[in-house]
C-alpha cells in the first residue's frame, strides 16, 4: 500500500548526539517536507525537496541537513542534538506536476533530547 | 512570502451545533487551499481543499468557502459529532509545477461537547 514511513517513531537521546530521522515514501512523489511540530501546535517547515539532488531550506533549517539521493528517501540529520529539539517531527510528500497536489503526511517522530 | 492567519485558536460547540474556521492569506498567487485534521497523537490528514477557480466546495458535513477578492477561505463544519474533535489547520499553496510550499495556519483546537 502506498504511504509514507517515518523511523524511528520515538527516539530518547542524550545532548550533543547524532541523529538521523529516516522518511521513505512510495507515493511515488517529487516533492518531499519535514515540518517540526509541538503537539497540537503549528508545522514549522524545517526543509524541503523538489526531486532527486534538490533539498531547499525551510524556516527552522540552520541545526539540521537533509539530503535526497533517491527519489523515495529523505532523512533528516541533527548534528548534535539539544534540548530545544525536543519535539514531534513529519515528514509529508506531495506529486510535483500533474494532478492533486494535496500533501500526505508520515506518522511523525517524536523526539526528547535529554 | 505568504502568511496564513487563522482564527479561532480554540472552538467548543454542543454537538449538532455547526462550527466555522477562517483563515486569511497576504499572497494573490496563492492557488489550492487545503484543510488538515489532526486527532491527538495522529498525522494531519487531508479532509477538504479547494482551487482558487471555485468559491466552495461540499462534502457531506463539510464545506470549504473560498473569497479570493478578499483572500479568506473557511472551513465549515455542520451537524458536529464528538469525533469532530480534533485540531484543524488551514493551509495555502502557490502554483503546481515550480517550487511551491505549503504555508500553514497555527491551527484550531475543536472540542464538540456531547
Known amino acids: 500500500e502506498a504511504d509514507i514511513y517515518q523511523t524511528p517513531r520515538y527516539l530518547v537521546i542524550g545532548t550533543g548526539k547524532k541523529i538521523t530521522l529516516e522518511c521513505s515514501q512510495t507515493?511515488?512523489?517529487?516533492?518531499m517536507y519535514w515540518y517540526q511540530q509541538d503537539p497540537g501546535m503549528e508545522l514549522h517547515l524545517i526543509h524541503y525537496?523538489?526531486?532527486?539532488?534538490?533539498?531547499e531550506k525551510g524556516d527552522l533549517s540552520s541545526e539540521s541537513t537533509v539530503s535526497r539521493i533517491r527519489t523515495e528517501h529523505f532523512p533528516l540529520t541533527l548534528e548534535s542534538a539539544r534540548p530545544s529539539h525536543t519535539s514531534q517531527y513529519l515528514c509529508a510528500s506531495s506529486p510535483l506536476a500533474g494532478g492533486p497536489e494535496e500533501q500526505y503526511f508520515g506518522p511523525g517522530t517524536r523526539l526528547t533530547v535529554t | 512570502g505568504e502568511n496564513v492567519e487563522q482564527h479561532p485558536s480554540t472552538l467548543s460547540v454542543q454537538e449538532g451545533d455547526s462550527a466555522v474556521i477562517k483563515c486569511t492569506y497576504s499572497?494573490?498567487?496563492?492557488?489550492?487551499f487545503p484543510w488538515y485534521k489532526q486527532e491527538l497523537g495522529k498525522r494531519p490528514q487531508l479532509i477538504i481543499d479547494i482551487r482558487s477557480n471555485v468559491g466552495e466546495k461540499k462534502d457531506q458535513r463539510i464545506a470549504v468557502t473560498l473569497n479570493k477578492t478578499a483572500k479568506h477561505f473557511s472551513l465549515h463544519i455542520t451537524e458536529t459529532q464528538p469525533e469532530d474533535s480534533a485540531v484543524y489547520f488551514c493551509?495555502?499553496?502557490?502554483?503546481?509545477?515550480?517550487?511551491?510550499?505549503?504555508?500553514f495556519g497555527t491551527g484550531t483546537s475543536l472540542t464538540v461537547i456531547p
Open positions: 507515493m511515488g512523489h517529487d516533492k
Open positions: 493551509a495555502a499553496s502557490i502554483g503546481m509545477n515550480t517550487g511551491n510550499q505549503f504555508y
Open positions: 525537496s523538489y526531486g532527486v539532488n534538490s533539498t
Open positions: 499572497d494573490s498567487a496563492s492557488n489550492y
